[in-house]
């Protein structure tokens, strides 16, 4: 069945940067997209990015300058690093499958911040 | 960025009840390719969110017929028949249509 699992550290100083995997099974990431979400604690769910299946990606402007998202096909892992952590960045980090809508999710990886 | 503004902020309803939600752009939710990309996602308390309905009114694998989705352009509306348990959580809705994708800022879901 389809599974997406976020791996990365749960404790960032501020000023470094970030490192998430997603791992995924049950589908190629050649025949889907994968976003990641983030949601800070008791907020909202924010877009930051793609990867479409082509590979393309595409960012949400306010994060663009810190944000990349990459891709291993051959292991089923997408990527995220995220540069110059504040403590705002403080989240539950989430990958999600992309089909008409976001379908499966991760379970989510919640990183803190520290200054 | 298209502003997806959702109401009301909470809902009491009894179990058995229906409640509707509702989900306002700030822009067009149609996309070039015509298709229109309003989701509905319903994140239980600790868990992911899910989704439940794409494209406006297509409720996702294995979804109750208790829910259902309807608009257009601008204005979409969630609506839950017969409430259970299970149900409760914050509703949210999400668009896909234009970037950045943007979700509205949910709508809890509690028990009277």
């Known amino acids: 069945q389809v599974q997406l699992k976020e791996s990365g550290p749960v404790l960032v100083q501020a000023s470094e940067t970030l490192s998430l995997t997603c791992t995924v099974s049950?589908?190629?990431?050649?025949?889907?997209?994968v976003i990641w979400v983030r949601q800070p604690p008791g907020k909202g769910l924010e877009w930051m990015g793609i990867?479409?299946?082509?590979?393309?990606?595409d960012y949400n402007s306010a994060l663009k300058s810190r944000l990349s998202i990459n891709r291993d096909t051959s292991k089923s892992q997408v990527f995220l690093k995220m540069n110059s952590l504040q403590t705002d960045d403080t989240a539950i980090y989430y990958c999600?499958?992309?089909?008409?809508?976001?379908?499966?999710w991760g379970q989510g990886v919640m990183v803190t911040v520290s200054s | 960025d298209v502003v997806m503004t959702q109401t009301p902020v909470s809902l009491s309803v009894s179990l058995g009840g229906q409640v509707s939600i509702s989900c306002r752009s700030s822009?067009?939710?149609?996309?070039?390719?015509?298709?229109?990309?309003l989701s509905w996602y319903l994140q239980k308390p600790g868990q992911s969110p899910q989704l439940l309905i794409y494209k406006v009114s297509n409720r996702f694998s294995g979804i109750s017929d208790r829910f259902s989705g309807s608009g257009s352009g601008t204005d979409f509306t969630l609506k839950i028949s017969r409430v259970e348990p299970d149900d409760l959580g914050v509703y949210y809705c999400?668009?896909?249509?234009?970037?950045?994708?943007?979700f509205g800022a949910g709508t809890k879901l509690e028990l009277k």
């Open positions: 822009q067009s939710l149609v996309h070039n390719n015509g298709n229109t990309y």
């Open positions: 999600t499958r992309v089909s008409t809508g976001f379908d499966y």
């Open positions: 990867i479409w299946r082509n590979g393309n990606t």
């Open positions: 999400g668009q896909g249509t234009q970037y950045p994708y943007t």
């Open positions: 049950g589908f190629s990431l050649t025949n889907y997209g």
